[in-house]
Nanobody, 127 residues
Framework: QVQLVESGGGLVQAGGSLRLSCAAS????????MGWFRQAPGKERQFVAG????????HYADSVKGRLTISRDNAKNTVYLQMNSLKPEDTALYYC????????????????????WGQGTQVTVSS
């Protein structure tokens, strides 16, 4: 059974940092892009960042470029999202995702095309 388990969310003041983790298990993810999406109350789930399983390419939403960094540790089957200079508008439920294909297609295609989702971890940034 495939599982994506997120951790690391919490409450932080504006300007602070958090690191999210996503532990993947249940299959090999060769050929899958791994990434993070977020959903704020009343809004659609949106792409935040993605990385190839080999780690040779990453892609970010314009709103997070320069502040958030995605990385992975294949030995631990884990993907990370380092979040710096957080803003109140970053407040959302953050989901880990895996999609067969490129990082660019993960960002561009509908969320219905995502094969695997985690349960989400809440990030709240206070002003």
């Amino acid at each position: 059974q495939v599982q994506l388990v997120e951790s690391g969310g919490g409450l932080v003041q504006a300007g602070g940092s958090l690191r999210l983790s996503c532990a993947a298990s249940g299959r090999t993810f060769g050929g899958y892009a791994m990434g993070w999406f977020r959903q704020a109350p009343g809004k659609e789930r949106q792409f935040v960042a993605g990385i190839t399983w080999s780690g040779d390419a990453a892609h970010y939403a314009d709103s997070v470029k320069g502040r958030l960094t995605i990385s992975r540790d294949n030995a631990k089957n884990t993907v990370y999202l380092q979040m710096n200079s957080l803003k109140p508008e970053d407040t959302a439920l953050y989901y880990c995702a895996a999609r067969l294909g490129t990082v660019q297609s993960m960002a561009a295609m509908s969320t219905s095309s995502i094969q695997y989702w985690g349960q989400g971890t809440q990030v709240t940034v206070s002003s």
